[in-house]
């Protein structure tokens, strides 16, 4: 089991950034897949970057071009920087890892809100 602490949260106005940060109890190394979800009032939780032991990137066509997930080993962190950011991106943001032993485990962190005011 890994634990998982999201950070970087708040209120930004429409055009802004914000950067996420994720820190996990190991070292991100020993983890498959890590990831940022978010999700709405109302709606379903949706994926919105995920990033591979390998650096295996992929975003959300909503995002692409104003989000950046990266990793930094050493910390233990994986990191989201939101820039241009718009009012559909407000949502209680989560962190995820996926690890492969044997079998799936995936792990939650328990989120930050993110508001973009218009």
């Known amino acids: 089991q890994v634990q998982l602490v999201e950070s970087g949260g708040g209120l930004v106005q429409s055009g802004g950034s914000l950067r996420l940060s994720c820190v996990a109890s190991r070292s991100i190394l020993t983890i498959n897949v890590m990831a940022w979800y978010r999700q709405a009032p109302g709606k379903q939780r949706e994926l919105v970057a995920s990033?591979?032991?390998?650096?295996?990137?992929n975003y959300a066509d909503s995002v692409k071009g104003r989000f950046t997930i990266y990793r930094d080993n050493v910390a233990n962190t994986v990191h989201l920087q939101m820039n241009s950011l718009k009012p559909e991106d407000t949502a209680v943001y989560y962190c995820n890892a996926v690890t492969f032993v044997g079998s799936m485990r995936e792990d939650w962190g328990q989120g930050t809100q993110v508001t973009v005011s218009s």
């Open positions: 990033i591979s032991r390998g650096n295996n990137i």
